[in-house]
Each structure stands twice: as C-alpha cells, then as structure tokens.
C-alpha cells in the first residue's frame, strides 16, 4: 500500500478520515482488509480485530510499513469478552473510537434439509450477535465521548434476495443485520452516531474462494451473467462506499442499506 495524501483541502476534508480512529472487524482477509487499506490511505488510524491472529498481524503489518496507524488484536466478535477486550486494546493504543465497521462474517452453504441446530446458531452468533456486540459496544464509547461516530454494517444483497440454496441462515442473519442497522441508527441519533449498511453483491475474497473448494454449490456462470456491470465486484469496490459512508461526506446519512453488488439484483 502507498499513502498518498490528497493535496486538496477540500477533498481532504469531506473524504479524509485523518485523526480518526476506526475498528474494522474481519479485516483480516478479503473486503475488510480492503477497508482497512482504505481507511489507513485516508489517514485514520486502524484497529484490524480478527479471529485469525496471523491474519490480522499481517495487514497490521501492511498498513504499518508507510505510516505507523495500525494495531491487531485477536477477537472472536461472537465472544462478549473479546469484543470488550478489542474495545479496550484499541483505546489503549488510540485512546478514542470515532468509526466501527462490522465485517466479521462467515458465510459457510448447507440446505436447510442438511442443516443442525449448531449450523444456524453459528451463523447467528459470528453475523449478528457479533454484529450486536461490537456496535453496543463503540456506540457506548462514542456517546461517551460526545462527539459523534460511524458504524458500518457489511451486509449482503442476499439480506433481500437469496442468490442460491444454501444459505438460509447466512441470508436470515443479514437481513436482521439490516433492521439492527435502522434501529441502532434511531437510537444513537441522538448522539450524532450514523449507523449504516452497505449489501454487496458477489465480491472476489479469500471466503468466497474457500467456498468454491467446499462442499456448497458454486456460484453458477447463470449467476455471474447476471452482474450487469460484466464482472465480479473488489473488494475495493465495497471500501469506497464505507469509506463514503465513514467520512464527512456522509454527515447527513444514517439508518440506509447501500446496495453495490454492479447491478446484480437488477440483473
Ligand atoms: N465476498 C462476498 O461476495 C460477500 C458478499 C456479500 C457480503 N459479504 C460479507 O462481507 C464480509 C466479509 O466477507 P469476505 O468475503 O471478505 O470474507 P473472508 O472470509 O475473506 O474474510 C472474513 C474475515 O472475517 C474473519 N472472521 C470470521 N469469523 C470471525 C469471528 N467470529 N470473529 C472475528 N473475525 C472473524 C475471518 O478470519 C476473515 O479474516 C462478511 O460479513 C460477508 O458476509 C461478502
């Protein structure tokens, strides 16, 4: 990664995050390391939580050789007390929380007919208690703060329209994920705390590819032919709306779901 600061005061001050703290869940691999890459480019410092530590150490590591802004702390965000431990270890670090981007998921294909009880519970607890707890947690500390804050919730399209059998909890998680984003969004109003969603469509990750090799169905060339923009989303494609969605830009904008997934569900 190269930091390149905009020469632009205008930009840099509708866009830029310098002086900000973020913590990006699940940045470890695929859309919320490019996230982290994202926010550490616009000059905020960066907290990468993670399930897998050397993961996790590694994108700290990336963002760290052009400009000393990250730290790493291994966290479970189905786990209460990881997610208050990643909420202490980043204010040791920072000492404050201004932008939390929930993007922590798993997104493991079973059909219902072959489905246990602990295959849906596991769903839940990683993408939406996870999601639970980590937003109480930095809403709490950012009202604590009193002055404001962003929380950005990685969604999915299938939170509206399932792509493919297999993923009824994944898809029944995302769509909770996306009524804790409007009532979370209600109640932190207030306090000049937004709380979004951005949905995206098929993104090229490290997930998406260990699910191709796994026992789930791929997905098809029929369902790729259906991104009307032609191809595969990056993950840099979804940062750039969380980057948006984080940023000044955005002051006036909470409780929304975003869909970028190039035109798939018009598709
Ligand atoms: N890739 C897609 O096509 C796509 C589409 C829509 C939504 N999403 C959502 O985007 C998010 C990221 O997906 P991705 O494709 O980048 O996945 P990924 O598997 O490449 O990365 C997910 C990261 O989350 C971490 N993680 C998993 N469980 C965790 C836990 N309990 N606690 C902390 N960290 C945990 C993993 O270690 C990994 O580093 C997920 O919430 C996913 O549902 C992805």
Not at 146 to 160: H, M
Request: hydrophobic share 45%.
């Amino acid at each position: 990664m190269t930091v390149h600061p905009t020469t632009s005061p205008f930009l840099a001050e509708l866009f830029g995050l310098e002086g900000k703290v973020a913590v990006v869940t699940g940045a470890g691999s695929g859309i919320g390391h490019g996230i982290a890459r994202f926010f550490a480019e616009a000059g905020a410092s960066v907290a990468i939580a993670d399930r897998n530590p050397s993961a996790a150490e590694r994108v700290a590591d990336e963002l760290n050789a052009h400009a000393d802004r990250a730290t790493w702390i291994e966290t479970d965000v189905s786990a209460e007390p990881d997610v208050t431990r990643m909420l202490r270890h980043t204010l040791e670090r920072f000492g404050r929380v201004d932008i939390l981007v929930n993007d922590a998921g798993i997104f493991p294909a079973k059909l219902i007919a072959h489905m246990s009880l602990a295959d849906w519970e596991r769903v839940q607890d990683v993408n939406l208690r996870g999601a639970f707890l980590c937003l109480r947690e930095a809403a709490l500390q950012m009202r604590g703060q009193g002055t404001g804050g962003r929380i950005i919730n990685i969604s999915s399209v299938d939170s509206l329209h399932p792509s493919m059998p297999g993923l009824a909890h994944y898809d029944a998680s995302k769509g909770g994920m996306n009524m804790l984003t409007r009532s979370a969004a209600l109640e932190f109003g207030p306090d000049k705390i937004t709380v979004n969603a951005v949905l995206p469509g098929l993104i090229a990750t490290e997930g998406v590819a260990a699910m191709n090799r796994g026992a789930g169905p791929p997905p098809t060339e029929e369902f790729n032919k259906r991104i009307v923009l032609g191809r595969i989303g990056t993950p840099e494609d979804i940062a750039a709306c969380v980057l948006y969605l984080a940023s000044n830009a955005a002051n006036w904008v909470t409780g929304q779901t975003f869909v970028v997934d190039g035109g798939y569900l018009i598709g």
